[in-house]
């Protein structure tokens, strides 16, 4: 169908034909839907697992699940992703607005500096972390840690 017989059927309400090759414009290659299920499938088999693991012990299952011993580190981690979702959103609308609804100098490189942490894996941070602060790292190197009154150990560790 040409540009024209296109615009038509977009201005009658009508999907446009499919291209050449494909049954409907709305459906995906049968491969990658075969690919997507298989990847799905493989994501899903953990929790199959223990679902059929577990079907059987229904009342020792409800019994694990709902002690203290498994609701304790829910809790821990529930209030931990809170107060992170809540500390982020605070941190980041006040810095985007800094940044660009005020003079602030270098604003350029503030922009680019806000949005690093998006980019830097989470493991790359912890590295530059450790390897700041640990004992033996960048920052006990400068201004000798090991030595500080008060310290367990001097040195790095062996």
């Known amino acids: 169908m040409t540009a024209t017989g296109t615009a038509e059927a977009a201005r009658r309400g009508t999907p446009a034909p499919a291209p050449p090759g494909r049954s409907s414009?709305?459906?995906?290659?049968?491969g990658l839907v075969a690919v997507g299920g298989l990847v799905a499938l493989l994501f899903a088999s953990p929790l199959a697992y223990l679902a059929v693991r577990n079907a059987g012990?229904?009342?020792?299952?409800?019994?694990?699940?709902?002690?203290?011993?498994?609701?304790?580190?829910?809790?821990?981690?529930?209030?931990?992703?809170?107060?992170?979702?809540?500390?982020?959103?605070?941190?980041?609308?006040?810095l985007a607005w800094?940044?660009?609804?005020?003079?602030?100098p270098l604003r350029r490189l503030w922009r680019v500096l806000v949005a690093l942490p998006l980019v830097v894996p989470s493991?790359?941070?912890?590295?530059?972390?450790?390897?700041?602060?640990?004992?033996?790292?960048?920052?006990?190197?400068?201004?000798g840690f090991g030595t500080l009154p008060g310290s367990r150990a001097s040195g790095p560790p062996s």
């Open 25 to 30: 414009p709305h459906r995906a290659p049968a």
């Open 57 to 94: 012990h229904a009342g020792d299952f409800l019994d694990v699940v709902t002690s203290d011993r498994a609701l304790d580190p829910l809790r821990t981690t529930l209030l931990l992703a809170g107060s992170v979702a809540g500390a982020c959103a605070v941190l980041g609308t006040a």
């Open 98 to 104: 800094i940044t660009t609804r005020t003079d602030l």
């Open 123 to 143: 493991f790359v941070g912890a590295l530059a972390l450790v390897g700041a602060f640990a004992r033996g790292g960048l920052l006990d190197e400068l201004i």
